[in-house]
């Protein structure tokens, strides 16, 4: 089963639409638009995931020795070179 939303009550309360499981079909004017469906995620396993990436950058962080700011000093100085190098801005 789907719901069904005017495109207007459909934007206002899209945060609420994204959080359920239904597919919700969009309307104007009576006729349909769009269909929504919302993609179910495993929240728990996302911040598993996270959580993870976290230790190994600071595994490897202490393994190189350097701190969180030396690591994003050293990127925005490669990002820079590479910019002049490319022209790009």
């Given at each position: 089963m789907s719901l069904t939303a005017p495109v207007?009550?459909?934007r206002k309360d899209l945060a609420a639409y994204i959080d359920q499981s239904e597919p919700?079909?969009?309307?104007?004017?009576?006729?349909?638009?769009?269909?929504?469906?919302?993609?179910r995620r495993d929240r728990k396993a996302e911040i598993a995931?996270?959580?993870?990436?976290?230790?190994?950058a600071s595994a490897l962080l202490t393994q190189l020795n350097m701190t969180e700011d030396e690591a994003v000093a050293e990127?925005?100085?490669?990002?820079?070179?590479?910019?002049e190098a490319t022209?790009?801005?």
């Open positions: 207007r009550e459909f919700v079909t969009v309307t104007r004017h009576g006729q349909t638009v769009g269909l929504f469906i919302p993609v995931a996270y959580s993870e990436a976290a230790r190994k990127f925005e100085a490669l990002r820079r070179a590479e910019h022209g790009i801005r």
